[in-house]
């Protein structure tokens, strides 16, 4: 989860202007194509994150519920107990339901801290699937402006290049270009504002998943077994 995580930020914050200067360089839409493609087959591997996690927090939410509803009646009945006269019983019940409260409490924890982590990674497929519509509208213009440059690099081999270059206005190429530029610019600008608190929310699920695969790496070592779903 958190190498997908670090790879979708790295997708996310990647610089638009260095790969559209690639494409142009190379007059090929293929490095750009391929940045696409990453990005859709990241998108997928993410949703099927969100869905997993989603999952647990539905699991580890329902144990949550079963736990403390048992333990409500446990101390129903250890004040029955209690006024019967029958301490034995209350104090072997009291012991029980300290255990099921703890229990609860574990799965409580455990819910909370996968619904934050579920939350996040929400918010990350929003970021993503702006950057994959952005990515995606920006391509035609991109497609054109390798065409055009393409063409006048055409007409001035040729024999006739005086006059084809004369349809080939360098305004026209240097308008489309601009366009892209500014097009990135709000697209970074839009990006710097969206992901400010996002970026920060996704390095502490990180950082507690980390923290937390090394706790359960101490749990197998030392034999004992923590509280899970």
Do not use: C
Request: no cysteine; charged share 30%.
């Amino acid at each position: 989860m958190a190498s997908l995580i670090s790879k979708i930020q790295t997708l996310i914050n990647a610089n638009l202007h260095s790969i559209v200067d690639r494409a142009l360089e190379r007059n090929s839409l293929r490095v750009y194509d391929e940045y696409l493609r990453q990005i859709e087959n990241n998108l997928e591997a993410l949703e099927d994150s969100i869905a997993t996690v989603g999952g647990t927090v539905k699991t580890l939410k329902r144990k949550h519920e079963e736990k403390a509803s048992e333990a409500e009646k446990m101390d129903y009945n250890i004040d029955n107990l209690i006024v019967q006269g029958r301490d034995e019983l209350a104090q072997a019940a009291q012991s029980k339901l300290n255990i099921t409260q703890e229990v609860a409490q574990d799965y409580h924890e455990q819910w909370q801290i996968q619904e934050q982590q579920y939350k996040s990674l929400l918010d990350l497929r929003i970021q993503l699937q702006q950057r994959l519509i952005f990515i995606n509208q920006q391509r035609d213009k991109l497609q054109d402006l390798i065409e055009l440059t393409e063409a006048k690099k055409i007409a001035t081999a040729s024999i006739g290049g005086l006059n084809q270059l004369a349809e080939i206005d360098d305004a026209q190429i240097n308008s489309v270009a601009d366009r892209i530029r500014a097009d990135l610019d709000r697209e970074d600008a839009r990006l710097e504002l969206a992901t400010s608190n996002l970026s920060i929310e996704v390095e502490r699920v990180v950082q507690d998943e980390e923290i937390r695969s090394q706790l359960e790496e101490r749990r197998q070592r030392l034999g004992v077994r923590g509280a899970g779903p």
